[in-house]
Each structure stands twice: as C-alpha cells, then as structure tokens.
C-alpha cells in the first residue's frame, strides 16, 4: 500500500467516527485534497512522459 | 482578513439551508455575522453603526435566498439608507474602495434552469448585475459568487462538499487554485491539530499536513522540469 492510500484510510477511519460535524467536513476535505494533488502529480508525470517521447524528438 | 457576512432572510429560524450553513460558522476576531432582520425588525436602520462595521471589515458579503431574481426587501432597504454618497461613492467619500464584495445566494431551482432555454431565462451572472454595478461604483472588488441550488435535493456528500466552499467564500483568500486551498486547509487541520486530544488523531493531523505539503514540493518540482523541457 503506498503512503496516500494508507493516509486515506487513516482518514476514513476518523471520519467515520467523528462525532463533531465540523470537523468531519474538514477530515473529507483532507482525503479530497490529497486525491486531488495526486491526480495532479500523475497528470504532470505523463506530461513529462509524453513531451520526452514525442515525435518531435525522433529526430534529435 | 476580517469578513463581514450581512445575511437577510425574513424567516430564518424556518429556513434548513440558512440553519445549516450559519451555525457551522463561529463568530471571532476576524468573523461578523450580521442578520439584519434581526437587528431591525421596525426597518430603522442604524446608518452610522453599519458604516462603521463596514469600515471595520475587508470583506463584504451578502447572504440571501434569491427571491423573484432579486434579494428580500431589507438587504435593498440597506443599501439605499447605508451606502450614501459622502461614504460608499462621491467625491467626499470612497470608504469601501478596495474591499473585496460577494454573494452567497440560495437559489430553490436547478442550476441548468438559469441560461438561455431554461425555464430561468438568464444567468445568475446576468440576474445580479445591480450588485456587480454596485460593487463597481463602490470600488470594491467583485467576487465570483457562491451560489446554491436546490440544498434540500443534495446528499449528505455533496452538503461537505459545499460546506468546505462556502467557509472558502468566508476566509480563504481570493484564489481557487490547488496551492492556495491547500495552504487554507492546512491553517485548518493546524487548528485542529492543536485542539486534538486523542494522540493517535493528532498524529494522523500531522501525517495528513505533512503530505499534503510534500504533494506540493513534488508539483512544484514536476513543473520546473516542465518549465525547463518546453523551453528547449
């Protein structure tokens, strides 16, 4: 299990416990966070990915 | 940033939205709610103590149910005795220039009803032109308003999800990208962090800061080397 989808768990696991509203918002808007920074890490290492082996560069 | 949140709803122990977004919100240093149904009930309106709380304040907002496209009677009322020349426009005053101006409107249709072919005709950003002109005479700074639709309709989900919003609308600074909500939220989970009593949340608080920063070092990383290949 990599490190965010063990921190997500944890996160879970408070969430569902949580009595105080407040803070159940807060602990969802956590796990949403950081599933969004990772969608964006992986978007950007395909970029990466995709510019290095563009066609263009066949030629080089 | 201290936020000045103006709310006018003619019956809002009986509204569940109203109910449900403003008891999530605590009043502090930096946080004013102001419902003015209930400091004027008679309409006699302090002009000199809503001028003042308006001077105290950087960021306005006006919270209403959108009643016939428009805002109920005592928030326009406001306006016409509270935003006088001399203070809010005028050559002897502009009090409020450069203060930043939003809305938080609580619409009963669908979001899809409001353009052209829906049953709403026109677009909220066409309905609300008087508060975009008003924010303009003013010099004040427009923001992109918070509107929500249908609240009864929505899952107990998507309610988070727009409460999260709505507090952003409330402190954030002006700017929806990923880094700054990051930066608001850890300012959250720090505060919460602080007032954890169990050790096993504290230090989940403090694994999920610390992620989330270290997500942001590598973005930032992965866009340098972006910055560096499309430069060659």
Do not use: C
């Amino acid at each position: 299990m990599d490190e965010e989808e063990w921190m997500l768990q944890e996160l879970q696991r408070m969430f569902d416990k949580r009595q105080d509203y407040g803070e159940a918002v807060f602990i969802k808007a956590a796990q949403d966070i950081i599933e969004e920074q990772g969608k964006r890490i992986y978007q950007m290492e395909g970029e990466i990915d995709g510019t290095l082996w563009s066609p263009k560069r066949w030629g080089e | 940033m201290k936020t000045l949140l103006i709310v006018s709803h003619p019956d809002i122990l009986e509204s569940s939205s109203q109910q449900f977004f403003l008891r999530s919100v605590k009043e502090n240093h930096d946080m004013t709610i102001h419902h003015l149904e209930g400091a004027y009930p008679d309409y006699r309106i302090d002009i000199e103590k809503e001028q003042a709380l308006l001077k105290q304040h950087d960021r306005i907002l006006f919270q209403f149910p959108f009643y016939w496209y428009s805002s109920p009677p005592l928030i326009k009322h406001w306006q016409d005795v509270v935003l006088e020349d001399g203070f809010a426009y005028g050559e002897r005053g502009k009090m409020l220039s450069g203060k930043e101006f939003g809305l938080i409107l609580m619409i009963g249709i669908s979001a899809r009803e409001y353009q052209a072919g829906g049953t709403e005709l026109f677009s909220i950003n066409e309905l609300t032109k008087p508060f975009q002109a008003m924010a303009h005479k003013t010099g004040m700074i427009y923001l992109k308003p918070f509107t929500i639709y249908q609240f009864a309709y929505m899952e107990e989900e998507q309610k988070m999800e727009v409460l999260i919003k709505y507090w952003q609308m409330l402190t954030m600074e002006n700017d929806p990208s990923l880094a700054s909500r990051e930066k608001w939220l850890i300012a959250q989970l720090e505060k919460m962090l602080q007032n954890a009593s169990d050790p096993h949340d504290a230090n989940i608080y403090e694994y999920a800061i610390s992620l989330i920063k270290e997500n942001r070092n590598t973005i930032d990383g992965l866009k340098v080397v972006l910055d560096q290949m499309q430069q060659h």
